[in-house]
């Protein structure tokens, strides 16, 4: 069966730093799709940046980067030059097939960004 | 602009009662969703719809029923509330074969 998992319940970074928010997941589909959403405080769900599983490049979103590892099955999110505004819940999600639009999602990732 | 609506907003409800969570959207999407979101659980697909007329159980789908008469409805009902399905619950759309997921802005239940 697919899986998400995010292992970083929480993560802290200082404003203006990079910072990488790790997701693994597990599929034996061979063609599938990597989402990233943001959750800020006030709870509505923003889709960040997708990477299929047949692009050949790693996504990118202005400031967010997907690295994208398909030997690893890793699809972390890098956030580059953070904001205060990036404080926020952090989901990463799987395609659950190739032929629905159905996500499974993983646990999400708190960031904290300090000035 | 309004995307996906989701009524009520926020609704406390005494366990044995009955709740319909409304979600309309105006995008024409033919797949609709119902996701509860719980704290360390992330979100769980509860059921879907990939067109109107056709309904499909998620990951928790038990003690909660769906319908869709139309492509712009989607009600979630609880038959009987209980108060494990306090929860945050957002309803999504998406026009198929894109992936990404339009989400309303989530109703707040809580079940006493």
């Known amino acids: 069966a697919q899986k998400i998992t995010q292992t970083q319940p929480g993560m802290f970074v200082q404003e203006k730093e990079a910072v990488t928010l790790d997701c693994t997941y597990d599929?034996?589909?061979?063609?599938?799709?990597l989402f990233w959403y943001k959750q800020p405080s006030s709870g509505e769900m923003i889709f960040l940046i997708y990477?299929?599983?047949?692009?050949?490049q790693n996504a990118t979103e202005g400031r967010y980067s997907l690295n994208f590892q398909k030997a690893r099955k890793s699809a972390n999110l890098v956030i580059s030059a953070s904001q205060l505004g990036d404080s926020a819940m952090y989901f990463c999600?799987?395609?659950?097939?190739?032929?629905?639009?159905?996500?499974?999602f993983g646990t999400g990732t708190r960031l904290q960004v300090f000035p | 602009i309004a995307g996906i609506t989701q009524a009520p907003t926020s609704q406390i409800l005494a366990a044995g009662r009955r709740m319909t969570l409304r979600c309309t959207q105006d995008?024409?999407?033919?797949?609709m969703y119902w996701y509860r979101q719980d704290l360390g659980l992330g979100l769980r697909l509860i059921h879907y719809?990939?067109?109107?007329?056709?309904?499909g159980k998620g990951e928790v789908p038990d003690g909660y029923s769906v319908s869709r008469a139309n492509t712009d409805d989607f009600p979630l009902t609880l038959a009987s509330a209980v108060p494990s399905q306090t929860s945050v619950y957002f309803c999504?759309?998406?026009?198929?074969?894109?992936?990404?997921?339009?989400f309303g802005e989530g109703s707040r239940l809580t079940v006493l």
């Open positions: 719809s990939n067109t109107a007329g056709t309904t």
């Open positions: 995008m024409r999407h033919n797949a």
């Open positions: 999600a799987m395609r659950e097939h190739y032929n629905t639009d159905k996500l499974i």
């Open positions: 999504a759309s998406s026009d198929s074969g894109s992936g990404e997921l339009f």
């Open positions: 990477q299929g599983s047949y692009d050949e």
């Open positions: 599929t034996s589909d061979q063609s599938y799709g």
